[in-house]
Each structure stands twice: as structure tokens, then as C-alpha cells.
């Protein structure tokens, strides 16, 4: 197997994946300073779930070695220019 990295587009029938790995990831951080408003560990399923299927934006699982190690999400909006 190689050592690349691949994306594989998030559906809304996997929110419940990537919510756990969102937890999962910054729970570190979340610990070290309890930033209850913008933590992603305080985001709900339902929000991440509404993020998945927001017209304007795609989530992305970043798979390494055939695992789910990560996650990014891609924004567009005017002129389809990209955050």
C-alpha cells in the first residue's frame, strides 16, 4: 500500500463518522482552554449534518492508508472563489 493521502467526499449518511472524528480531534484543545462558543467539539451532529448538505460548501474525509484520519471542508460563495 503507498503512503498517499486521499479525499473522499463526505455524504449525509456519514455526519455521525465525521462528528466523532471532529470530538475525537480537538477534544485536546477543547480540554486545554473550554472554549464552549467555537470548540468544534460543542458543534452538534445536527449542525455538522446541516454543513454536509449546504449547497455552497463540500466536507471531505482525508483517508490515509484506507483509515478516516481527518477531515476539511471546502467554501465557496461569489465568483466561486474558494476558503
Not at 6 to 19: P, Q
Not at 25 to 52: H, W
Not at 54 to 75: P, T
Amino acid at each position: 500500500m503507498s503512503d498517499s493521502i486521499e479525499l473522499k467526499l463526505v455524504t449525509e449518511d456519514e455526519a455521525e463518522c465525521l462528528h466523532r472524528l471532529q470530538v475525537e480531534a480537538f477534544m485536546p484543545l477543547y480540554e486545554k482552554y473550554q472554549d464552549d462558543d467555537t470548540s468544534p467539539v460543542k458543534e452538534s451532529l445536527k449542525r455538522v449534518t446541516e454543513k454536509i448538505i449546504e449547497e455552497n460548501s463540500d466536507f471531505y474525509f482525508i483517508v490515509f492508508h484506507g483509515e478516516k484520519v481527518g477531515g476539511v471542508r471546502v467554501r465557496w460563495h461569489q465568483g466561486k472563489k474558494v476558503y
